[in-house]
């Protein structure tokens, strides 16, 4: 199985400033077609995950140009421009390689 | 667009069988592009992966629900669907349905609460 690995844990956030958060594969997740099978997911409090970027670095339909993906292989990143309060929430990554489909731990972002 | 609508009893007793479906609008269920998922998050924890099926029917499951789960297509509904067995309270949690494919934009479905509980 491929193991996903996000750090850090928690994030303090001031809105404004930037904020990243990484995300790492225990196997690189780029097949041969030039894609990164590893998506970042958003999920509010009370609320669903909302897809934030597929293909390791695009962004879905609605996101803000604040968010960015990152990364090719086993090591991605996900960067947020400038945080603002709305982007509170556990952030996850996941890689869609192969199965068993499996999911980073979550990065829970606060505002300072 | 493709749009995802999971829907199911939200209520299950212990032993029982948890079903619930995913309904596929604006787009075939059909299609070879394009394999179907189930995703859960039991309540305040990260999210966990159930199983795929894949066009022409392969199934791939995850192995701690292995002998208790099956999921399905109904192409004449433009549905597919999950079953699982023997539910505990282990088995609350949302449950999500997603599309996937190799070259195609992931979807998900908003989710639906299944609670096991006599």
């Known amino acids: 199985d491929i193991v996903m690995t996000q750090s850090p844990l928690s994030l303090p956030a001031t809105p404004g400033e930037p904020a990243s958060i990484s995300c790492r594969s225990s196997q690189s997740l780029l097949y041969s077609n030039g894609n990164n099978y590893l998506d970042w997911y958003l999920q509010k409090p009370g609320q669903s995950p909302q897809l934030l970027i597929y293909?390791?670095?695009n962004r879905a339909s609605g996101v803000p140009d604040r968010f960015s993906g990152s990364g090719s292989g086993t090591d991605f990143t996900l960067k947020i421009s400038k945080v603002e309060p709305e982007d509170v929430g556990v952030y996850y990554c996941m890689q869609a390689l192969q199965n068993p489909l499996t999911f980073g731990g979550g990065t829970k972002v606060e505002i300072k | 667009q493709l749009q995802l609508q999971e829907s199911g009893p939200g209520l299950v007793k212990p032993s029982e069988t948890l079903s619930l479906t995913c309904t596929v609008s604006?787009?075939?269920?059909?299609?070879?592009?394009?394999?179907w998922v189930w995703i859960r998050q039991p309540p305040g924890k990260g999210l966990d992966w159930v199983g795929s099926i894949y066009y022409g029917g392969n199934t791939y499951y995850n192995p701690s629900l292995k002998s208790r789960v099956t999921i399905s297509v109904d192409t004449s509904n433009n549905q597919f669907s999950l079953s699982l067995s023997s539910v505990t309270a282990a088995d609350t949690a949302v449950y999500y349905c997603?599309?996937?494919?190799?070259?195609?934009?992931?979807?998900w479905g908003q989710g639906t609460l299944v609670t096991v509980s006599s």
């Open positions: 604006d787009g075939s269920i059909s299609s070879s592009s394009y394999y």
């Open positions: 997603s599309r996937r494919g190799i070259a195609a934009r992931p979807i």
């Open positions: 293909f390791g670095s």
